[in-house]
């Protein structure tokens, strides 16, 4: 187990499935356990809708304690939500300043016409 990480994300296989949660034996012969609460972003009524004997499954453990490891799979793809929160960020900012830009270029347009209306007084 001493080759086992917080943080680390690995691949396993469900190796058994309770009310609770589900066992997963991760490539080091290491079984851990993911938590009923730690299989999918949503509420998880009945784990078999989410997972099924024998299915490969990425998790990221979570803790060692005592001997046992715990591990989720919902938190395995953390690097993946932070792209996509980045990639969100990022594209919030870029219509805002365009959208400011915009403004901007309309003002300038309103100027030249002697404001709106478009109508000069001779």
Same mark, same amino acid.
């Given at each position: 187990?001493? &080759? !086992?990480?917080?943080?680390?994300?690995?691949?396993?296989?469900?190796?058994?499935?309770?009310?609770?949660?589900?066992?997963?034996?991760?490539?080091?012969?290491? #079984?851990?356990?993911?938590? @009923?609460? $730690?299989?999918?972003? #949503?509420?998880?009524?009945?784990?078999?809708?989410?997972?099924?004997?024998?299915?490969?499954? /990425?998790?990221?453990?979570?803790?060692?304690?005592?001997?046992?490891?715990?591990?989720?799979?919902?938190?395995?793809? $953390?690097?993946?939500?932070?792209?996509?929160?980045?990639?969100?960020?990022? !594209?919030?900012?870029?219509? /805002? $300043? &365009? $959208?400011?830009?915009?403004?901007?270029?309309?003002?300038? @347009?309103?100027?030249?016409?002697?404001?709106?209306?478009?109508?000069?007084?001779?």
């Amino acid at each position: 187990m001493s &080759s !086992l990480q917080v943080g680390q994300v690995l691949t396993g296989e469900v190796t058994g499935i309770t009310d609770f949660g589900a066992f997963v034996l991760l490539p080091n012969k290491v #079984t851990g356990l993911v938590h @009923i609460s $730690e299989v999918a972003d #949503t509420y998880v009524r009945d784990i078999k809708d989410y997972l099924q004997l024998h299915q490969e499954v /990425k998790v990221k453990v979570i803790s060692i304690s005592d001997g046992k490891v715990g591990l989720s799979i919902r938190r395995a793809n $953390e690097k993946d939500i932070d792209a996509q929160k980045a990639f969100e960020d990022k !594209l919030s900012k870029f219509i /805002k $300043e &365009s $959208e400011e830009r915009q403004m901007d270029l309309r003002r300038k @347009i309103d100027n030249k016409r002697g404001g709106r209306g478009g109508r000069r007084a001779w």
